[in-house]
Nanobody, 123 residues
Framework: QLQLVESGGGLVQPGGSLRLSCAAS????????ISWFRQAPGKEREGVSC????????NYADSVKGRFTISRDNAKNTVYLQMNSLKPEDTAVYYC????????????????WGQGTQVTVSS
């Protein structure tokens, strides 16, 4: 099986933090750029963040800049999304996806997707 597995989601109060993990199974992430997407019920999927294969370049949606940090540990074949100062509007299912293309490429260029992990921000 070739897949990505997200973990670390859960219920957190506004202002709290979570760290999501995206671990590859059956392949190495060394040469893939990795993005985090999220989708809330009734809303379109949106890109949250992306990190280049080397980890040397990152980008973030305006809505999460300054609050979220993407990182990767290729030795562990894992990408992380540290989410701080969480807001209710961050509530969504979060997915990681891998592309052999660029972070700025189209969604169709993403070869692998995780199953998603639920993040709920509520008091």
């Amino acid at each position: 099986q070739l897949q990505l597995v997200e973990s670390g989601g859960g219920l957190v109060q506004p202002g709290g933090s979570l760290r999501l993990s995206c671990a590859a199974s059956g392949f190495t992430l060394d040469y893939y750029a990795i993005s985090w997407f999220r989708q809330a019920p009734g809303k379109e999927r949106e890109g949250v963040s992306c990190i280049s294969s080397s980890g040397g370049s990152t980008n973030y949606a305006d809505s999460v800049k300054g609050r979220f940090t993407i990182s990767r540990d290729n030795a562990k074949n894992t990408v992380y999304l540290q989410m701080n100062s969480l807001k209710p509007e961050d509530t969504a299912v979060y997915y990681c996806a891998a592309t052999g293309y660029y972070c700025s490429g189209p969604v169709r260029r993403y070869d692998y997707w995780g199953q998603g992990t639920q993040v709920t921000v509520s008091s």
